[in-house]
């Protein structure tokens, strides 16, 4: 329960909608991800025929979702698609009205509450004209931002055509968050133990943030640009100092980045996944009290299981704390 009068945005967490098999096969009948209900509370993402996650009810029922969120004294949620519900490698005319028909589902569930739960689109990166379409679209429906993932095939946040999505965003006031997935290493080396979780996911979100900063992206990205990266950016801040030691050191790592890249953690925002207080107290200290906000992953299991807790619990002042629990996100979002 709320403990204090400061309100509290959470603005991390996933939504999977009632996908029917036969919409997903309209996409991919062997891949696309679907919603198996089995009772009311129990259900099973499916890709094709293999079970791909089990599932519980506050991913698609907005009521439950408001309940736990009543529980936890959540004010207002942010969701954004679970990843597997992305599309970035299909051909566009399949990609598009499949981005359409999920961020039209995230506003029917919002419908439930639109002041207490916000959505953010997805969009479908291989074609940049259709994804800056599309984050138009959804921005003119209700959503508040854009989730994208953190690559699109062997294409990084560097990429030209992300770049250039990225500037759309921009100059249409559309805040975006960062979400590893479709992580590295293979089944191979990440065979068990959800290591891709573990290990390659954090390095999904370091490599997004360093192909911003050393390439030099942000000298070119406008100021304006509102990007957020999940859990915490991942391994970065603990190799920040790597990072700027590499720069000092080796002239190819300056050779497209002009100033040192600690300079660069003015230009984006982390949420606080990141399950340590001290992890969180290094956090706060690299990025800055107004750049980390909260951000749960609920309603997954490798998300905060009391959402706000760490915030909550943490030696920051008061006023410290209503930034990272809300302020920051009402000013981030403009909610
Ligand atoms: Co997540």
Redesign the pocket.
Known sequence: MKQDATSVIDI?S?FFPPITQAEAASLDPERAPWLQVGDNEHGMIMTGNKPFRPVYSALWDPARRIAEMDEAGVDQQIM?AT?VMFGYNYPIALALPWAQRMNDYAIELCAHDPQRLKTLAQVPLQDIEAACREASRAKSIGHIGVQIGNHFGNKDMDDADMLTFLTHCASEDIPLLV?PWDMMGGDQRMKKWMLPWLVAMPAETQLGILSLILSGAFERLPRSLKICF??GGGSFAFLLGRVDNAWRERDIIREDCPNLPSSYVDRFFVDS?VFDTRALELLVDVMGEERVMLGS?YP?PL?EQQVGKLIRESRFSSQTREGLLSGNARRFFGI
């Open positions: 991390h996933h954004c990843p979400h999940a859990h996944a992953d997954y998300g």
